[in-house]
């Protein structure tokens, strides 16, 4: 077959009016003791997210990620089985993660549970005991996790690219040695808990079928006991990107390379933040961009390019990723520089960027169809001190962006010259094709 | 005896059905909480069906069909879907295969457009083909070649397993065959699988359903009528000796074991099927389940646990022969036997004591929520309903599952875990190669 070019040719229906973004009502109270509680009705499903983001900003790595993986371990009533029983019993469930701005605790549950779960939650903030046969066990299961990390290139290319760009600063490294892991203690856990696991600045989302003013007494009922003195801890800003010579993560009989480029971003609230997003889906940031369409639908020299801008508490990065076949790293580099040096040079079309806004604007609104999404959305905000509303300003932002804002904003973000580069792979067989593009450093992993 | 039962709550998602001319199956389920819809086309193919000598061309195919059509150059699919704000992709399952958008609700009658023309016809040419068997090597890369525990075990436990082609082979195909398909083979799995009546269109969401019928009557209406194939019988006996299997993962630094029973028809055997899944998230489900109990605080002897129906993981779009799995990751030097015997132990102990109080109310409780939390996303809806509809002729499942799932017996879970014998198991090691 088959190229059927049809007699006569169907036309692409128009799309319908669209429908004006609406943020759902939210309450929103700070307890006494200084928690924040913001709740979001969105009665889809009988079901209520819950969202705790907790500042947590140089906490001590090896025990911060340990902390997390056992503050669901026991309390003074309940044991971790019980805790985990006691969820399950209202559908609930609760994780801990940790990163370097904040611990997080989060899970869902049948709404009708929604006081069961904060009852627990508030069970563990208070009195989260670090039980010593828990964090033996939860330490060794740590130690296997790096380890199988360390196997794979994502996670190996990404710690290469963070201490590439962060230097000094404590984001530097995110995942522990482990030995610093075998070194942790209970008693350590406990009082990192104790300096740390506090009210003052953190916020507790609520979303989802329930009314959001009882949603925040049912917080306060459960949470109000819950202390602690609030011990600011400020990160320093960001170091700005430092361009030098692409550095080689030496891999050897990797089938494919690992390739990280960081580029200079801005926080969500900067003038600069929506046309910089709109730049990067021109170039990188969705299937339909420049990039993509290079690199994948026309070369295949790769599966899932993608590049995004990445905000933390000191700091935005635009981080920009593909894993290429090992024989194309070189011709790859090539394709992604010309692609970087053509968006930070001249104007998108403009079509190209109509086309880039309405899949900025289209997604915002698939983003908050779901409990989920909008707790995660609501969550990410607060965590850099903005509310839902923020999206109704964002699309706003995003719906008066020019040709011209892009150009401007991509001149000074996106251009190759300011990039970091990393490449993770065989560097027996990348080095060459790699230098002939640009000085290279090489380093075993 | 009655027993107490945590209180289930249920959705109550409207569903509409109906039959195309052309034999297109239509489900529609609208709900307008949100300006967005779901859709999805979901055609009666996947790994099972593909030819011997053709490992992975379900899935080629897949990429083939967002290589253009009818109306649509290459890329076009991928920048309409995307320039109306909207989400799409595809994928190939061991069953069927879909393609489905999530986007603002002013982009319905675009969304159908685009996929009423691939339904006609894609345009298969060498350059396309070429290109995206290169684009599926880097997958098959990503996701298996260049990671440890690549394709574990949903790649490697079935040739353990099963004894026929359809059953057994790797579904992402060797590079050899990969590299040997042609546009001919393309052309001929289109005319034979990706028929109207081998197909189920579904649209969740923000619709009107009277507008909605007539957007898919103008844009479906026409798609030339083809018959459903006759679906093969994919059907294998059951084990009657243990199978085990072992091979070196070079990039995996620690052990790991993956086992399999096979289990009732899903579809056929629906009410025989269902304690199976239940059983699945009892031994399995959180800190206060059996196995992690036992083999992970307890023991010791595992770090990371893992239960399932199906080998892709999704107990309701799967048909027979399908299978429970249990998957553990070890410790350093982990015994595998060991760990075996520990789940044989285990699974006897349920299957003869019982369970404990309130131990299956609270697994079926958390259930509900995993099972109303997938559907709470549009395409969740639109998805399940389309494979439901096109497995069981029954969409409007996806409401009842809470229930059935809070409905299923301690009698009935037991009587699942005692058919768990060690001798109806096929298992499948990780050796680990890349331990330091």
């Known amino acids: ?445 | 005896m009655l027993t107490r039962r945590a209180r289930i709550p249920a959705t109550k998602y409207p569903v509409e059905r109906y039959t195309l001319d052309n034999g297109l199956r239509v489900v529609l389920t609208p709900d307008r909480s949100a300006p967005v819809i779901g859709v999805a086309v979901v055609y009666d193919v996947g790994i099972r069906s593909e030819p011997e000598g053709r490992t992975g061309f379900a899935h080629l195919f897949e990429h083939l069909m967002f290589q253009g059509s009818e109306n649509l150059e290459k890329l076009a699919h991928f920048r309409h879907v995307q320039g109306a704000g909207g989400t799409f992709n595809g994928s190939t399952h061991l069953d069927y295969t879909d393609y489905f958008e999530t986007l603002p609700s002013n982009a319905l009658e675009r969304a159908l457009f685009l996929e009423a023309d691939r339904m006609r016809g894609p345009r298969l040419t060498e350059e396309n083909l070429r290109n995206q068997v290169d684009v599926v090597k880097e997958e098959i890369r990503v996701n298996v070649l260049n990671r440890p525990y690549g394709g574990f075990p949903w790649l490697t436990l079935p040739p353990v397993m099963f004894d026929t082609f359809p059953n057994a082979h790797d579904g992402y195909g060797s590079f050899v065959d990969l590299e040997s398909a042609t546009v001919a083979d393309a052309a001929d799995f289109f005319r034979r699988y990706y028929a109207s009546g081998n197909a189920v269109l579904a649209v969740s969401g923000d619709i009107d359903v009277a507008e909605a019928t007539a957007l898919i009557e103008r844009h479906f209406g026409d798609v030339p009528a083809r018959p459903a194939p006759q679906r093969p019988d994919f059907t294998e006996p059951d084990l009657t000796a243990e199978r085990r299997a072992s091979y070196t993962d070079q990039l995996a630094p620690l052990p790991a074991v993956a086992g399999a029973w096979r289990v009732p028809d899903p579809v056929d055997d629906f009410a025989g099927y269902l304690p199976y899944v239940v059983l699945a998230e009892v031994l399995t489900d959180g800190d206060a389940s059996r196995l992690v109990e036992r083999l992970v605080q307890r023991d010791r002897t595992v770090t990371g646990l893992g239960g399932y129906l199906g080998f892709m993981g999704d107990p309701f779009d799967m048909r027979d022969p399908t299978a429970l799995l249990l998957q553990a990751h070890l410790p350093p030097g982990g015994d595998v036997d060991k760990v075996l015997r520990t789940i044989d132990e285990e699974v006897d102990r349920l299957a003869t004591d019982g369970l404990t109080e309130g131990e299956l109310a609270r697994t079926q409780a958390r259930m509900a929520t995993h099972l109303l939390r997938d559907t709470d996303a549009v395409l969740g809806r639109a998805l399940r309903m389309a494979v439901l509809e096109q497995q069981r002729g029954e969409p409007g499942l996806l409401n009842e599952l809470p229930r059935l799932v809070g409905e299923v017996t301690e009698e009935q879970v037991r009587a699942a875990a005692a058919t768990l014998r060690p001798e109806r198991r096929a298992a499948i090691e990780v050796i680990a190669g890349g331990a330091r």
């Open chain 1, 1 to 445: 077959m088959t190229t059927t070019t049809p007699a006569t040719p169907r036309a692409l229906p128009p799309l319908g009016p669209t429908r004006k973004l609406k943020v759902p009502k939210q309450a929103e109270r700070r307890l006494a003791n200084g928690l924040t509680v913001l709740a979001v009705r969105r009665p889809a499903v009988p079901l209520v997210e819950l969202r705790l983001w907790m500042p947590f900003g140089r906490a001590h790595l090896a025990r911060g990620a340990l902390l997390s993986q056992t503050m669901l371990s026991g309390t003074q009533t309940h044991t971790a089985t019980q805790i985990a029983a006691e969820l399950q019993k209202v559908g609930g469930g609760l994780s801990a993660g940790v990163d370097p701005d904040r611990l997080m605790l989060s899970g869902a549950g049948l709404v009708t549970g929604l006081g069961r779960m904060l009852e627990i939650t508030a069970d563990v903030l208070t009195g989260a005991t670090y039980p010593a046969e828990w964090v033996g066990t939860e330490r060794d299961r740590l130690v296997d996790r790096i380890q199988v990390a360390q196997s794979q290139p994502a996670h190996l290319a990404r710690t290469a690219l963070l201490k590439r760009i962060y230097g000094r600063h404590p984001y530097a490294v995110q995942t522990p040695d482990p030995d610093q892991i075998r070194a942790v203690r209970p008693p350590a856990l406990r009082k990192l808990h104790a300096e740390r696991v506090h009210p003052a600045e953190a916020v507790l989302v609520l979303v989802g079928d329930m009314q959001p003013e009882r949603a925040l007494d049912a917080a306060e009922q459960a949470l109000a006991g819950w202390r602690g003195d609030s011990r600011s801890v400020d990160l320093p800003p960001i170091p700005p990107l430092e361009p030098g010579p692409l550095l080689l993560v030496d891999r050897p009989g990797s089938v494919q390379s690992s390739l990280r480029i960081a580029l200079p971003a801005v926080p969500r609230t900067h003038p600069d933040h929506a046309p910089l997003q709109l730049a990067n889906l021109v170039f990188g940031g969705y299937f339909s961009s420049r990039w993509v369409e290079n690199i994948r639908e026309d070369k295949g020299y790769t599966y899932g390019p993608y590049s995004a801008v990445e905000h933390s508490v000191a700091g935005s990065v635009l981080v920009a990723a593909a894993e290429v076949a090992t024989e194309v790293t070189g011709p790859a580099l090539l394709e992604t520089m010309y692609e970087l040096g053509r968006i930070a040079s001249l104007p998108p079309e403009p079509d190209e960027l109509e086309q880039a806004r309405q899949y900025a604007l289209g997604t915002l609104q698939l983003g908050m169809s779901t409990q989920a999404g909008l707790a995660s959305l609501a969550s990410a905000y607060a965590g850099s001190g903005l509310r839902l509303d923020f999206l109704a300003e964002y699309a706003a932002r995003l719906a008066k962006v020019t040709a011209e804002d892009v150009a401007e904003v991509a001149a000074r973000h996106l251009a190759p010259a300011k990039a970091v580069t990393v490449v993770l792979g065989d560097a027996d067989r990348i080095e060459g094709p790699l230098a002939a593009l640009t000085p290279v450093r090489r380093e075993s992993a």
